[in-house]
C-alpha cells in the first residue's frame, strides 16, 4: 500500500507531464473505484488545464483552470503509468492497454497517464478548488508531518491525556496526516520507543523528540523516491514504488541495526497489524 513517501513520488513523477498542461481527453472506462465517480467526470476533465499538482496527506489534488480540483487516492494498488512523447522527450510507448486502466488521460503535448487498480480501493472525485480543504476525505486531516504546523508543541498538546499506545496515537490522520504502519514502524524505532508504550507513559521530551525523526524517516524515504524517478524512464513508467531498505519493517527475526545491539527485530500484531521493534533499542 503506498505511503506518503510513494504517492509524494508519484506527485514528483507526474508533475512534469500535468503541470500546466491540457487533457485533450480524458477517458473512464468504469462506473466506479472505490465509489462512483464524480457525475460526467470525464468531461468535466476533457479540456481543462492542470494548473498546480499538490498533495494533501495521501492524496493528490490538481488543481484545473476550471475551478475544479481532481482528486487522486492510489489506494491499495493503484499504479500510475506515464507514457508517449512528453516535452519533446520520449518516456515510453503507450503499452497495450490493460483490463484495470480504468481512467486514462491524454495529455495535449502526447504523453499519456493511466490509472491502473486491480483491486479498486483507489479514488477519484473532482470538487470546487475554493472549498477542497471541506471535501469529507480531508476536512478531517491533521497537520502534514513535513508542514510547519507539525511542530513539537503541537505533537505534545495532541497527544496531552491521551492514553492509547504510542503507534496508534501516530497513525490517527487528526493528530498527524498520512503517517502509515511502516514509516510509524520506522521512526519509532529511531526514537527508541516500543510501540506498544502508552501515550500517558512517554515523557514529553521524548515525544518532542518524535518530530524531527518522523520528518527524518519520511524525508529519506522521498529522496530514495527521487533516485528512482531518475531511473524510470529506463523502467516501464510506472511511478512510485522504489526500493528503500528499512530498519525494523519486514525483519522479524533479523538482527538489530544499532551498532552494539545483539537482538533480533520482534513482530506484534496491534490493532490487526504488524509491528516491527527492537526490544533491546526500543522501551
Ligand atoms: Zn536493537
Given at each position: 500500500m503506498p505511503e506518503l513517501p510513494e504517492v509524494e513520488t508519484v506527485r514528483r513523477g507526474l508533475a512534469p507531464v500535468m503541470?500546466?498542461?491540457?487533457?485533450a481527453l480524458a477517458r473512464v472506462n468504469r462506473p466506479d473505484l472505490r465509489w462512483p465517480f464524480p457525475e460526467r467526470m470525464a468531461e468535466r476533465l476533457t479540456g481543462a488545464r492542470v494548473e498546480r499538482l499538490r498533495r494533501r496527506s495521501k492524496y493528490i489534488l490538481a488543481d484545473l483552470d476550471t475551478g475544479e480540483t481532481l482528486l487522486i487516492h492510489l489506494g491499495m494498488s493503484g499504479r500510475m503509468l506515464v507514457s508517449g512523447d512528453a516535452l519533446g522527450r520520449f518516456v515510453h510507448d503507450h503499452p497495450a492497454p490493460e483490463k484495470h486502466d480504468h481512467v486514462v488521460f491524454d495529455m495535449a503535448d502526447g504523453a499519456r497517464v493511466t490509472f491502473n487498480d486491480p483491486r479498486r480501493f483507489g479514488a477519484m472525485d473532482l470538487m470546487g478548488t475554493e472549498t477542497a480543504e471541506t471535501h469529507p476525505l480531508l476536512a478531517a486531516l491533521g497537520p502534514e508531518?513535513?508542514?510547519?504546523?507539525?511542530s513539537e508543541s503541537h505533537l505534545v498538546a495532541a497527544l496531552k491525556g491521551r492514553n492509547m499506545p504510542v503507534k496508534s496515537a501516530l497513525l490517527d490522520q487528526k493528530i498527524v496526516a498520512g503517517l502509515g504502519n511502516i514509516y510509524v514502524c520506522e521512526a519509532l524505532f529511531r526514537a527508541g520507543i516500543h510501540p506498544g508504550r502508552r501515550v500517558s507513559r512517554i515523557s514529553e521530551k521524548r515525544l518532542a523528540a518524535l518530530v524531527p525523526v518522523i520528518r527524518q524517516v519520511l524525508a529519506e524515504a522521498i529522496e530514495a523516491g527521487g533516485s528512482s524517478l531518475r531511473d524510470f524512464r529506463q523502467a516501464d513508467g510506472e511511478l512510485g514504488y522504489f526500493q528503500h531498505s528499512f530498519?525494523?519493517?519486514?525483519?522479524?527475526g533479523q538482527s538489530c541495526r544499532t551498532p552494539g545491539c545483539t537482538n533480533t527485530v520482534h513482530r506484534i500484531v496491534q490493532s490487526g497489524r504488524s509491528s516491527f521493534y527492537c526490544p533491546g533499542c526500543q522501551r
Open positions: 503541470e500546466g498542461q491540457r487533457i508531518p513535513l508542514g510547519n504546523a507539525f530498519d525494523v519493517y519486514g525483519r522479524e
